[in-house]
C-alpha cells in the first residue's frame, strides 16, 4: 500500500503556502496518496484571487526577489501541479460558512467537508503534517 | 567522461524543488520499464532528492555525473515482474563461483546484458557491455565456442539473454544469480 500523506493547512501567507504545496506535489510525485485540509486563513491558499497574490511575512517583503531568483514556481503553477499529480484539496466547511464563502469562490477540483472528511483520511496516514 | 547512453534526457536545468522530481516522475511514467532517464539539474538538493525519490518508488538509481553546475542522474524503471520472472536457463553460477572461476581462468568472458547506463557506474572489470536488446544485432561480437557467463542485476535478463544465446548455438553459456545487485568482488565504474 503506498504512502499516506496528511496536511492541514491553516495559515494564509505565501511561506506557508510554499511549505504546504512543495511538501505535497513531492510526496504525490513520490507516488504517496496526498490529502491537505485547508481551514481558517490556510483557506486563501486555494482562493480563486487570493491565492494570487499571498502575502509575504511583515519585514520579509524584499524576499519576493530571492523566490524570482532562485525560479521558484509560483503558487498558482504548483497549486495546478498538485491537482494533476491527484492532491486532495478538501475546503473546510465550517470556516466557509464563518467567512461567508461558498464552494465557488475556490479554485476548481477541490471538495468541501468537515473535519471528519480529513479525520478519515488522516486516520492510517503515515505522515501527518500541520502548517 | 563519455556520454552514457540513455532512453530520455529530461532538462530540469534552472528548476527549483520540487519541481525536478514532479518532472521526473511525469517522465518517468511514459518509459517503458528497464529504460533509463537522464535527469539534468542544477539544484543541488536534486542529488538526495532523486536518490530518495527512486528508493520510495521502487526505480533504480544508478549514479550522477557532474559537469560544471549541472548533476546528470541516471535512473533506470524498473518492472514489476522483474524479480519474480521464472527462471529457466538450466545452467547457473552463483556470484561466488564466478569469483572463483575468474579468478583461475583469466580468459572467461563475462557478458553484461543491463543497459549502458548501469554498466557506466558499476561493473565487472573486464566485462563486455552488450544491453539485452542490442544482443540480436551485435551478436557477431561474441564466439559460440566460448564459456560466457552472463550477468545483470538480479538474474531476470541475464537469464533471457541465456535462453536466447543457448537457441543461437552457444554451447557454454552460463547465468550468474543473482548478479551486481550483490556482487561483492572487485567492480570499476566511471565516477
Known amino acids: 500500500m503506498s504512502t499516506k500523506v496528511a496536511i492541514i493547512a491553516s495559515n494564509g501567507g505565501l511561506f506557508d503556502a510554499y511549505k504546504v504545496f512543495n511538501i505535497a506535489t513531492a510526496s504525490a510525485a513520490t507516488e504517496a496518496e496526498v490529502a491537505i485540509f485547508f481551514t481558517f486563513e490556510g483557506l486563501n491558499l486555494i482562493h480563486k484571487q487570493a491565492h494570487h497574490q499571498l502575502p509575504l511575512p511583515a519585514g520579509a517583503e524584499h524576499i519576493a526577489e530571492g523566490f524570482k531568483n532562485a525560479n521558484i514556481p509560483g503558487i498558482p503553477q504548483l497549486v495546478q501541479m498538485a491537482q494533476e499529480l491527484g492532491v486532495k484539496i478538501i475546503a473546510c466547511q465550517m470556516t466557509m460558512d464563518v467567512m461567508n464563502l461558498t464552494k465557488e469562490d475556490f479554485i476548481d477540483g477541490i471538495e468541501v467537508g468537515g473535519a471528519v472528511t480529513f479525520l478519515d483520511f488522516a486516520k492510517d496516514a503515515n505522515v501527518t503534517l500541520t502548517f | ?191
Open chain 2, 1 to 191: 567522461m563519455p556520454d552514457i547512453k540513455v532512453n530520455q534526457t529530461l532538462d530540469c536545468k534552472g528548476l527549483a524543488c520540487p519541481m525536478p522530481i514532479v518532472k521526473t516522475k511525469k517522465a518517468m511514467d511514459q518509459l517503458q520499464p528497464g529504460q533509463v532517464i537522464e535527469v539534468q539539474a542544477t539544484d543541488k538538493g536534486s542529488l538526495a532528492d532523486i536518490q530518495g525519490w527512486a528508493k520510495n518508488t521502487g526505480h533504480q538509481y544508478l549514479g550522477t555525473t557532474e559537469e560544471g553546475d549541472v548533476l546528470k542522474h541516471f535512473i533506470r524503471k524498473s518492472s514489476p515482474n522483474e524479480v519474480k520472472e521464472e527462471k529457466k536457463h538450466p545452467h547457473v553460477v552463483s556470484n561466488e563461483e564466478l569469483h572463483q572461476i575468474m579468478a583461475s581462468n583469466s580468459k572467461t568472458t563475462v557478458l553484461d546484458v543491463r543497459e549502458p547506463a548501469e554498466y557506466a557506474f558499476n561493473r565487472i572489470p573486464g566485462a563486455i557491455s552488450i544491453p539485452l536488446g542490442d544482443l540480436e544485432s551485435r551478436l557477431d561480437e561474441l564466439n559460440r565456442e566460448d564459456d560466457i557467463h552472463v550477468i545483470c542485476r538480479t538474474g531476470a535478463r541475464s537469464d533471457l539473454a541465456c535462453q536466447w544465446l543457448a537457441e543461437q548455438g552457444f554451447k557454454k553459456v552460463k547465468n550468474v544469480e543473482p548478479g551486481m545487485s550483490e556482487w561483492t568482488g572487485t567492480t570499476e565504474g566511471n565516477h
